[in-house]
Nanobody, 118 residues
Framework: QVQLVESGGGFVQPGGSLRLSCVASGIIFSRYAMGWYRQAPGKQRELVATFTSGGTTNYADSVKGRFTISRDNAKNTVYLQMNSLKPEDTAIYYC????????????WGQGTQVTVSS
């Protein structure tokens, strides 16, 4: 049984930072592309960042230079460091796992809420 468990969401003021974590189980983590996605109220779920098994990263234009995705294969964990947060970053953030970084990914986490507001 595959499980992806996110943590680290919360409430932060504009300009602040948060670090999200996603721990995976039930997959050979090192063989999977891992990604972060988000869904704001009334909007479709969108890609934030991905990190392939080969080490390639990809970011949405809206987060380039502010967010950094990283992974620790020994801990089966993928991270998303979010800096210079803006109100428009408010969303539920989901972790996803896929062998080939496809859309949609094979597996989803349950999501963690990020709220950016003054």
């Amino acid at each position: 049984q595959v499980q992806l468990v996110e943590s680290g969401g919360g409430f932060v003021q504009p300009g602040g930072s948060l670090r999200l974590s996603c721990v995976a189980s039930g997959i050979i983590f090192s063989r999977y592309a891992m990604g972060w996605y988000r869904q704001a109220p009334g909007k479709q779920r969108e890609l934030v960042a991905t990190f392939t098994s080969g080490g390639t990263t990809n970011y949405a234009d809206s987060v380039k230079g502010r967010f950094t995705i990283s992974r620790d294969n020994a801990k089966n964990t993928v991270y998303l460091q979010m800096n210079s947060l803006k109100p428009e970053d408010t969303a539920i953030y989901y972790c996803g796992a896929d062998r080939w970084a496809r859309w949609p990914p094979d597996y989803w986490g349950q999501g963690t809420q990020v709220t950016v507001s003054s």
